[in-house]
């Protein structure tokens, strides 16, 4: 079993095909409220995951172990969306809009669902090599992953929350020219389900990104 990474909140080891994910210890809790924490933030992302499951790409769960603290799932190979800018030469946009397409319509569903995921960065997107058919327009598959801070919620505020986190996650990343594509895809999913909310959600977008300048402003 090999440690792939370490976060604030777990820790991720590979073991063949499967991928571990446990929660740590933290020192500063008391031991009985740290346990407590820890199991009902490990059963919540296991539920949230398999609430997804079969409507978008997420990670899936093989088996959660509450005690331990640990969520058993297959592991997905390809890159991160951090690092994909990396990878992709001038000639190849056209692929990352694309996929840029795809993961507008992956979240749409996922609010769609009542889910925020509520740490929606470039960090938590993979881009995975599992194509389709050759057959096929072969796209690559993006996953959403990493719901360990993710709620249920129908509020429009959470949910232009998400998107205003994860424009400024591109930008910093360097692919903010991907966003528009994003909300693309997106709004595409709400139209096709004659699902009048996007308007709201976007309506609501530009106050909270209001509010963030504001606060940026004040804090320099």
């Known amino acids: 079993m090999e440690l792939i990474a370490k976060g604030a909140e777990s820790n991720l080891y590979k073991d063949g095909e499967i991928l571990i994910k446990e929660r740590i210890k933290k020192d500063y809790r008391i031991t009985e409220i740290d346990e407590k924490l820890r199991k009902k933030r490990t059963l919540s992302e296991s539920k949230i995951l398999q609430k997804l499951k079969g409507e978008i790409n997420v990670p899936e769960v093989l088996k959660t ?10 592991f997905i190979g390809g890159n991160l969306m951090k690092d994909i800018i990396k990878e992709y030469e001038e000639k190849q ?12 319509r992956q979240i749409a569903k996922m609010h769609r669902l009542n889910v925020i995921h509520n740490d929606l960065t470039t960090s938590n997107i993979i881009i ?22 993710s709620f249920i919620s129908q ?23 991907l966003f ?26 530009k106050e909270v990104k209001k509010r963030v300048r504001y606060f940026e402003e004040e804090n320099v």
């Open 93 to 104: 946009k056209k692929e990352l809009k694309e996929v840029a397409v795809q993961l507008g």
């Open 128 to 149: 995975s090599d599992n194509k389709g058919n050759k057959e096929e327009n072969r796209e690559k598959d993006v996953y959403v992953i990493d719901f360990g801070l």
């Open 65 to 74: 172990d509450d005690k331990n603290f640990k969520i058993f799932m297959k």
């Open 180 to 205: 528009e594509d994003i909300i693309e895809g997106y709004k595409n999913i709400y139209s096709e389900c004659n699902d009048k909310k996007a308007d709201e959600i976007f309506k609501r977008l």
């Open 155 to 177: 509020r429009t505020e959470d949910e232009a929350t998400d998107i205003v986190v994860l424009e400024h996650s591109l930008k910093v990343t360097g692919i903010g020219f």
